[in-house]
Nanobody, 112 residues
Framework: QTQLVESGGGLVQAGGSLRLSCAAS????????AGWFRQAPGKEREIVSA????????FYADSVKGRFTISRDNAKNTMYLQMNSLKPEDTAIYYC?????WGQGTQVTVSS
């Protein structure tokens, strides 16, 4: 079973940047698509971005297009989310997902 560990969250001012990482255990990570989701207080979990197993195809929610970049390093069993030009509305717990498995999440807080 795949286990996921997110890291890289923190407190940043609006306009700042953070880079999230998702480290996966198991040998199947490199053969499946993966995604980043987020959940803000009082809101449902929503998809932020997704990437194909090869990294050739990506998806971004409209709210983050042009600001976030998803990538993966299959040799390291790790997925990344580079977040630039952060806004207060990006404040949430960010989770990665592979094959239905979820990590524990990492908190991102953007102050205005």
């Amino acid at each position: 079973q795949t286990q996921l560990v997110e890291s890289g969250g923190g407190l940043v001012q609006a306009g700042g940047s953070l880079r999230l990482s998702c480290a996966a255990s198991g040998r199947t990570f490199s053969t499946y698509a993966a995604g980043w989701f987020r959940q803000a207080p009082g809101k449902e979990r929503e998809i932020v971005s997704a990437i194909s197993w090869s990294g050739d195809n990506t998806f971004y929610a409209d709210s983050v297009k042009g600001r976030f970049t998803i990538s993966r390093d299959n040799a390291k069993n790790t997925m990344y989310l580079q977040m630039n030009s952060l806004k207060p509305e990006d404040t949430a717990i960010y989770y990665c997902n592979v094959l239905g498995a979820w990590g524990q999440g990492t908190q991102v807080t953007v102050s205005s």
